[in-house]
């Protein structure tokens, strides 16, 4: 898939696949969003409220409860399994070792992955105890509904957490097309979302979500005393609107290095990456979905990169404002002529750039590490009626 994507990148096709791709994905989120939300959801309050009926059907978590994960140990190694491993006993089913030869979703897929969670968890309580909580990351195309219910036939916990959600769920009036997301999340007993607007339309069709942003491990994702000697860094995919955007800043004379897959730099393993993250006076982030920056979502790297003590500008998402003090924390653009503005503001100004690292490293720490959240979500299946 890659390598028709680079092709297609090259070709004169590609402008006009961008902006159907951008035309579809906008449209989706007009059909989601024109429905108005009838009650809030997705808080800790009624998140907790929703699972309290559940408690009694459940197994009692407690410090010698077994986790078991399913998903696999890609970026999760560097801060969300350490978190459960932190946690007590834990344990991870990793499924794109089991898929081997066959990484795509599809119905089969995910029926022989039910079946193989089910036996791994089945063989791991006879040699180690009981099983509290089954935590899942994974898109729904790879995971069977069916082996959740037999989960909850044995009093396990189920949660599903998922990133970037706006662009798995149904499009609203397509029958069933494109609804593994939405079977799975209303199987769970917790959909954990990053999609705080969501929420209400999750819980309208029978899920039990609760939001909760992403996060960054402070032990791995920390400052390093270098010389800044980058005027703006981007890391991520040259594709789409990030492209457009870096490539806009640089024939304006902003000096931007950008890392990552299609750069002529390439990409970084992650020692490099947060050393080149020290090194730079600004970093430049873009919370845009798919092939258009019209939509936003949170993304992981709008807590990396502020936990490593870094100056962030990127691309203004009201849900930030839950994390952040827009201004001082982090720093926001709505154009690409704000964009410049911003970055040319700031570049002037290295005590306000201090200020602004040394903040978003305090707020991170404080508020956004995987141990808090996990803290939370655990504390969240524990509950029971005051």
Not at 218 to 240: C, H
Not at 293 to 317: Q, W
Request: hydrophobic share 40%; charged share 25%; net charge positive.
């Amino acid at each position: 898939m890659n390598d028709w994507l680079g092709c297609l990148r090259k070709s004169a096709l590609y402008e006009p696949w961008r902006r159907l791709r951008e035309w579809q994905q906008c449209s989706r989120m007009e059909a989601f969003l024109g429905e108005a939300p009838s009650t809030p959801a997705g808080s800790y309050s009624a998140a907790r409220l929703s699972l309290l009926s559940r408690c009694s059907v459940r197994r009692r978590l407690d410090a010698t409860s077994a986790i078991v994960a399913f998903g696999t140990n890609a970026w999760e190694q560097w801060g969300l399994w350490p978190a459960f491993q932190r946690r007590g006993a834990f344990h991870l089913f990793d499924y794109r070792r089991t898929l081997g030869a066959h990484p795509r979703g599809t119905a089969t897929v995910r029926e022989r992955l039910g079946r193989e969670l089910l036996s791994y968890v089945e063989d791991l309580e006879r040699r180690s105890g009981p099983v509290g909580l089954v935590f899942i990351y994974a898109a729904g195309t790879y995971v069977d509904p069916q082996a959740i219910r037999e989960l909850a036939a044995r009093g396990i916990w189920t949660v599903l957490l998922s990133l970037d959600d706006k662009q798995q769920m149904p499009p609203p009036g397509h029958g069933r097309v494109g609804t593994e997301q939405l079977d799975v999340a209303t199987e769970v007993d917790l959909y954990w979302t990053t999609w705080r607007a969501g929420a209400d339309w999750l819980s309208k069709r029978g899920a039990r979500p609760w939001y909760a942003p992403e996060a960054a491990d402070p032990s791995v994702f920390a400052p390093r005393n270098l010389k800044r000697d980058i005027a703006v860094l981007w890391l991520g995919r040259a594709y789409g609107p990030r492209a457009a955007l870096v490539h806009w800043l640089m024939d304006r004379g902003i000096a931007v290095q950008a890392f990552g897959e299609g750069w002529p730099a390439g990409r970084v393993p992650l020692d490099e990456m947060i050393s080149l993250i020290s090194r730079a006076e600004i970093v430049l982030g873009m919370g845009g979905v798919g092939q258009t920056d019209k939509i936003k979502h949170l993304k992981g790297r709008d807590f990396e990169v502020p936990m490593c003590g870094a100056a962030y500008v990127t691309s203004f998402n009201p849900e930030l404002t839950d994390s952040y003090v827009i201004g001082s924390e982090v720093a926001c653009y709505s154009s690409r002529e704000e964009c410049a503005e911003t970055i040319r503001y700031l570049s002037g100004r290295p005590d306000l750039l201090e200020r602004m690292r040394r903040a978003a490293r305090a707020r991170c720490v404080s508020d956004h590490t995987w141990d808090a959240r996990i803290n939370q979500l655990l504390a969240l299946l524990s509950a029971s009626p005051e």
